[in-house]
């Protein structure tokens, strides 16, 4: 029997991009207010996993070719990266630093290489969950 | 590294090319490879006889290991310098007998020779260290290279078993040597033999003395089979002839009479000592001599023989340390004893290695030990008969044989105890002279039956598997000399008295050397009508009329049950402590989860308790408690509700709803403890896992997917209870011991200034700690590729297909 999720379908198609959306104000508010890479991460593998839910496996494949195993590899990286690019400035593992910059069209910002770091966690969170889910998804 | 050590080392060095030679020149037999070296290495160490006799030692050290005090001193003396004389001497010898008995091209000849250097290295090692953990070293090689070579025929049976035995019983008492020196070291502050002794009257009076002195002979009485430590050297003859001669009769199981001479100055002021070492080696005296005669094996006759001569050795040491009690005396008759054990020691290894390389012959030209079925060989091998005529009218102590002379010694000895009057000897003491006396009738009753029974009687051709003749002229060489060295020594003795029996029994005794006394070494025959000579024909007399009356008699050995006897016990040891261990591991191990779970949690409970308990930590103070809200105790009814639920309800189902309540109440709990993230994390979380439950739950089996509550077990009750009261009591008695301010101040003031956030939380994740964070993603990095690996490498199903 083959089912009509039209609505699912739909909706998902809009309620992904709020979600992603949300996901990334998650993630960049992570360092002033409640969020971070970990909840932002998991939030974005709930709108894939959603996507999951309303098409199927391949179509996700398809639409989004992402090897969710490098991305752990790649957000490990970038954590490691962070950590020992502060021997470069003669400083401890992790040491990070910030500084307020005036960016055209942003104004007045706050760049912090903890945001980096925080990259890589959220690449993490993301690749683990989503290799977990769709390992298991795919297995019979 | 002088040339002493390097001799003491050369047979070790050698080995390392035998087998190699051994590859190369297969026509030639291996042993004459060998040869050279102990040759060589006696005419060496007999230089060393004019500086021993003049200046006493000699030293040379190699630092080995300086910083733990560990030097390989090579340390030459009287007593050192006769082992060590001993063992090249026979060494050689039955590296000459070894090359006409085993033969070139059925043997491992490579193996063999590789393994008697390894001993012999190791011999010399023995007897020559003044480092005590150098000697235990080579002391462990001297077991392993004789387990090598008692298993050389290793696919026989009872080759293996010996092997296993031996190394069993000669390695526990080695460990417990070491126990003993590692003692002595810290009593004293050095592993130098020398400079323990010197230490010796200090330390005697330490409480772990004792214990010392205890496992010290327990090493020495392994190794030279004391009894009851005696059962393994019998087994031990399963090795090949020339390795019981060499081992077993004339240089390994002396090891122990080695120590217990050497660290005499050092014990030998212990009352204990002299019972020990003298009671010890008169029992194993008379249980050797008494079990030898129930023999048929020859090699058996020749093992008990042994065992009963360690003994003897032995006992005379015991008697010898008397002497250091009876110091006043001017003419000390106690230092007799010590001269008469090394004497007799010499002797021993003259005549008992000659009587083992005759047993040989016989093995080899008759194709049988077994003096049932032998008799009648004095006519096909005439020279054979002679050395072992007199091989064994010297073991039983007759005249003009040199065991006639230190039996003569030996009894002077043991007569001598009836005059003591310490350590209540005064009254056991008069069982010295008495057991004496029997072993040396039963030892004269197995002499007799060893020569007579082989070489005189009838022919019994029909069980011999082959026609017997005489032996090949190298095989009875060795044994010719070392017979006539026991008619040389027999009718001179004199000749080794003042060059090797003196400066080595001027070690042993010397304490009293240092004090002034000194021996004054005569051994002769004829030393008029003393009660000695009197036991002597006694026991000749004694010893004739039983063993001409001995089919009478030996029923009597059958009369012992077998349950008792050593071996027995030895066996069923092992057996039972392989069956006990099992036992008590399959008790505890049985493979259930639930109960090594039942372990942790009860090993946690009570290590707990005791601590606070012990500790008198339990502590409440209410000081500093926030008020409850009515929030709280709602969201804690749930909890516990759902709690109750999982522990209740009847389908999985249910648990796991109740269970992601649980993690739900949980975030809320958060909420009201103001930790946003948390909630975030938490509620992302519990969905997710509480997903995987479900998914776990959807794919249980079919079969036995019966519903039923989960079964009430009082043990799993308590404990649970156990660990929730446990746990609470330490969160409690933790909240009202907080002996100083939180770190958190640190973070609220400096997450703005030094970290540019806003987000506390978030700024020590990534920045203040930010090193855990990293692992923490690892981790989850980790987990997420280890499902990936678990679900896509499925090699068992693969191999199905």
Redesign the interface.
């Known amino acids: 029997m083959k089912t009509n999720d039209l609505i699912l379908q739909t909706a998902t198609k809009t309620v992904v991009f709020i979600i992603l959306l949300f996901a990334l104000h998650?993630f960049f508010?992570?360092?002033?207010?409640?969020?971070?890479?970990?909840?932002g991460g998991?939030?974005t593998s709930?709108a894939i996993v959603l996507l999951l839910l309303a098409f199927d496996v391949k179509t996700v494949k398809k639409s989004l070719p992402i090897n969710?195993?490098l991305m752990?590899?790649v957000?490990?990286l970038f954590?490691?990266g962070t950590?020992v690019g502060s021997f470069l400035f003669n400083v401890p593992?992790?040491t990070?630093a910030?500084g307020y910059f005036t960016l055209p069209l942003l104004g007045k910002t706050?760049l912090?290489t903890?945001v980096l770091?925080?990259i890589?966690?959220y690449l993490?969170?993301v690749?683990?969950?989503m290799?977990?889910i769709e390992?298991?998804g795919v297995?019979e | 590294m002088s040339l002493l050590h390097i001799a003491i080392l050369a047979p070790l060095l050698l080995a390392i090319f035998i087998p190699f030679v051994y590859k190369r020149f297969r026509s030639i037999h291996t042993g004459w490879f060998v040869l050279w070296l102990p040759a060589i290495l006696f005419i060496y160490f007999l230089q060393y006889l004019p500086d021993i006799k003049n200046q006493g030692f000699v030293e040379k050290t190699f630092n080995w290991i300086p910083s733990l005090g560990i030097n390989f001193t090579a340390y030459v003396d009287g007593l050192g310098l006769l082992f060590a004389l001993l063992i090249t001497g026979i060494g050689t010898l039955v590296v000459f007998y070894s090359i006409y008995y085993l033969a070139k091209d059925k043997e491992n000849l490579g193996s063999f020779y590789v393994y008697l250097l390894m001993f012999m290295a190791a011999m010399l090692g023995v007897v020559l260290s003044d480092n005590l953990i150098v000697l235990y070293a080579f002391w462990e090689l001297t077991s392993f290279s004789s387990f090598l070579l008692i298993g050389f025929w290793y696919t026989k049976e009872r080759s293996r078993h010996g092997a296993q035995k031996s190394m069993l019983i000669t390695v526990f008492g080695g460990l417990s040597m070491l126990g003993g020196f590692i003692i002595l070291s810290l009593l004293t502050g050095t592993f130098s033999i020398r400079e323990i002794i010197s230490q010796a009257g200090e330390i005697s009076t330490e409480p772990f003395f004792i214990l010392a002195l205890v496992l010290v002979l327990l090493g020495a009485f392994t190794k030279s089979a004391q009894f009851p430590f005696h059962i393994w050297l019998p087994d031990a003859m399963e090795a090949p002839t020339p390795v019981s001669a060499y081992l077993h009769s004339a240089t390994m199981v002396k090891a122990g009479i080695y120590i217990v001479a050497r660290m005499s100055p050092v014990f030998a002021e212990q009352g204990l000592w002299i019972w020990l070492v003298g009671g010890v080696g008169l029992l194993t005296l008379f249980w050797g001599s008494f079990n030898a005669v129930k023999q048929t094996d020859l090699k058996a006759i020749l093992a008990f023989s042994t065992i009963s001569q360690l003994g003897m050795i032995m006992s005379m040491l015991g008697l010898g340390a008397a002497a250091l009690h009876y110091d006043h005396l001017s003419e000390n008759i106690y230092m007799g004893a010590t001269v008469a054990a090394v004497f007799h020691l010499i002797n021993h290894a003259t005549f008992k290695g000659s009587l083992f390389m005759v047993a040989g012959i016989v093995d080899h030209e008759t194709g049988t030990r077994d003096i049932r079925k032998l008799g009648g060989l004095m006519q096909f091998m005439p020279i054979t008969a002679t050395i072992a005529f007199i091989g064994t009218f010297s073991m039983a102590g007759l005249p003009p044989f040199n065991g006639f002379l230190s039996k003569e010694m030996f009894f002077t000895s043991v007569i001598h105890v009836l005059s003591l009057d310490i350590f209540n000897l005064e009254t056991w003491g008069a069982l010295f002279p008495i057991l004496a006396w029997i072993a040396s009738v039963f030892t004269f009753v197995y002499s007799m039956m060893l020569f007579f029974k082989t070489f005189r009687g009838q022919y019994q051709s029909e069980k011999l598997k082959k026609k017997p003749h005489e032996a090949p002229v190298g095989m009875w060489i060795p044994p010719a000399i070392l017979g006539s060295l026991v008619i040389l020594i027999g009718f001179f003795p004199n000749l080794l008295s003042n060059t090797i029996l003196k400066p080595a029994a001027e070690v042993i005794q010397s304490p009293l050397i240092n004090e002034g006394h000194s021996f004054d070494i005569h051994i002769s025959f004829w030393h008029g009508f003393k009660p000695e000579l009197f036991m002597t024909i006694g026991v000749i007399v004694v010893g004739v009329l039983l063993y001409k009356t001995m089919p009478k008699w030996t029923a009597i050995y059958n009369k012992f049950p077998s349950s008792l006897s050593l071996n027995h016990l030895y066996d069923q040891g092992l057996v039972h402590t392989e069956k006990g261990s099992n036992k008590v591991t399959d008790f505890y191990m049985n493979g259930s989860i639930r109960n090594y779970m039942v372990y942790i949690f009860i090993a946690f409970i009570g290590l707990l308790t005791i601590t606070i308990i012990k500790k008198d930590a339990f502590f409440m103070d209410k000081s500093d408690l926030a008020p409850i809200g009515i929030y709280e105790i709602v969201l804690t009814l749930i909890i516990v509700a759902a709690a109750i639920t999982i522990l209740m309800a009847k389908s999985r189902l249910t648990s796991i709803i109740a269970l992601g309540a649980i993690g739900y109440t949980v975030a809320l709990f958060f909420v009201l403890f103001r930790a946003p993230d948390l909630v975030l994390t938490q509620l992302v979380i519990e969905t997710v896992s509480v997903a995987l439950f479900l998914l776990a739950f959807y794919h249980l089996p079919k079969i036995n997917r019966k519903e039923e509550r989960m079964r009430f077990k009082l043990t799993n009750a308590i404990v649970a209870a156990g660990v929730g009261i446990v746990v609470t009591i330490i969160a409690l008695s933790a909240h009202s011991n907080k002996l100083f301010k939180s770190i958190s101040e640190y973070y609220i003031e400096n997450t703005a200034d030094k970290a540019g956030g806003g987000n506390m939380v978030n700024v020590i994740l990534v920045d203040f700690r930010g090193f855990d964070t990293m692992f923490e993603i690892a981790v989850l990095g980790i987990a997420a590729l280890g499902v990936y690996g678990m679900i896509k490498l499925r090699l068992s199903r693969r191999q199905d297909r």
């Open positions: 998650i508010a992570g360092h002033y207010y409640p969020g971070g890479g970990f909840v998991l939030l709930g969710y195993r752990i590899a957000g490990l954590a490691i950590a593992l992790l990070h910030f706050s912090h903890a770091f925080d890589g966690v993490c969170v690749g683990a969950t290799t977990i390992t298991i297995s």
